[in-house]
């Protein structure tokens, strides 16, 4: 069992940055693989970065990529997503997501253990 609990959300304007942190208590954080997803108000929760255990592999969905940048700092029990160049359509509530199963996982339905989330709103 693993608990997630985000922090860094808040306000930012169009083109500046944010950086979420997940940290996550329980079982050895190096277990899990993990991933960042948001869900915006009437759309369907997505990925948008996935990391492996050692942090080796990434993913990030085309409309991060180039902005987003996931890592992990396995002996801080941190996962992080640095947010630059930020846009409006970035205005969501995200979420960070942990599963034992090891790779880069896009699909929600990969994960198991999920955080309470945090607001990103990105004004212009």
């Known amino acids: 069992q693993v608990q997630l609990v985000e922090s860094g959300g808040g306000l930012a304007q169009a083109g500046g940055s944010l950086r979420l942190s997940c940290e996550a208590s329980?079982?050895?954080?190096?277990?899990?693989?993990m991933g960042w997803f948001r869900q915006a108000p009437g759309k369907a929760r997505e990925c948008v970065a996935a990391?492996?255990?050692?942090?080796?592999?990434?993913w990030y969905a085309d409309s991060v990529k180039g902005r987003f940048t996931i890592s992990r700092d396995n002996a801080k029990n941190t996962v992080y997503l640095q947010m630059n160049s930020l846009k409006r359509e970035d205005t969501a509530v995200y979420y960070c997501?942990?599963?034992?199963?090891?790779?880069?996982?896009?699909?929600?339905?990969?994960?198991?253990?999920w955080g309470q989330g945090t607001q990103v709103t990105v004004s212009s």
């Open positions: 997501a942990a599963t034992l199963r090891d790779g880069v996982h896009a699909y929600a339905s990969g994960y198991d253990y």
């Open positions: 329980g079982r050895t954080f190096s277990s899990y693989a």
């Open positions: 990391i492996s255990r050692g942090g080796s592999g990434t």
